[in-house]
């Protein structure tokens, strides 16, 4: 498949960089609103599976078709911003689709990480990654640390305390 369209020019050639130097690059992707400790911890511990971390964010756009008209709360341009700016992320780029599963494919990963909430069969870009000779690993998520709860706990007034 050809990554036109997919990947910015200057992606293409941090892969094609890093792909010549031997170095392991693992993928994930997320929506990222309200950006809190659960996603750094998470891709934290996605970044520790190899030597680049990748990580697709969903567009405005896609975000409001899996999770409905009120998301995202923070716009697509910051949360790409944000995500990028963390020390264990070494590359983020946008993605237009409901499933990353063209951005996977253009990236072409090693490993393929994704949240242990959903099972190997539900992960998109798996049987791409495994014909390649690549690994997907699933990982523990802080179920307590979502912005899904963080929403919720401003919806109803409760702060991080009441649980």
């Given at each position: 498949?050809?990554?036109?369209?997919?990947?910015p020019d200057d992606a293409?050639?941090?892969?094609?960089?890093?792909?010549?130097?031997?170095?392991?690059?693992?993928f994930t992707n997320g929506v990222y609103d309200l950006l809190h400790r659960g996603h750094v911890e998470y891709l934290e511990d996605a970044?520790?599976?190899?030597?680049?971390l990748v990580?697709?964010?969903?567009?405005?756009?896609?975000?409001?078709?899996?999770?409905?008209?009120s998301r995202p709360i923070v716009g697509e341009a910051d949360r790409l911003a944000l995500v990028a700016a963390l020390a264990?992320?070494?590359?983020?780029?946008?993605?237009?689709?409901?499933?990353?599963?063209?951005?996977?494919?253009?990236?072409?990963?090693?490993?393929?990480a994704k949240g242990a909430d959903y099972a190997l069969e539900q992960i998109v870009g798996r049987e791409s990654v495994e014909a390649r000779g690549g690994q997907v690993v699933r990982i523990a998520l802080r179920e307590w640390l979502s912005s899904s709860a963080i929403i919720e706990r401003i919806r109803t007034g409760r702060s991080a305390f009441e649980g």
């Open positions: 498949m050809s990554d036109a369209g997919v990947l293409r050639a941090r892969l094609a960089a890093w792909r010549a130097r031997g170095e392991t690059i693992v970044r520790a599976l190899g030597d680049r990580v697709g964010v969903n567009s405005d756009a896609s975000v409001r078709r899996l999770k409905g008209p264990c992320v070494d590359l983020a780029v946008r993605f237009e689709d409901d499933t990353p599963l063209a951005l996977i494919e253009a990236v072409a990963p090693d490993v393929l």
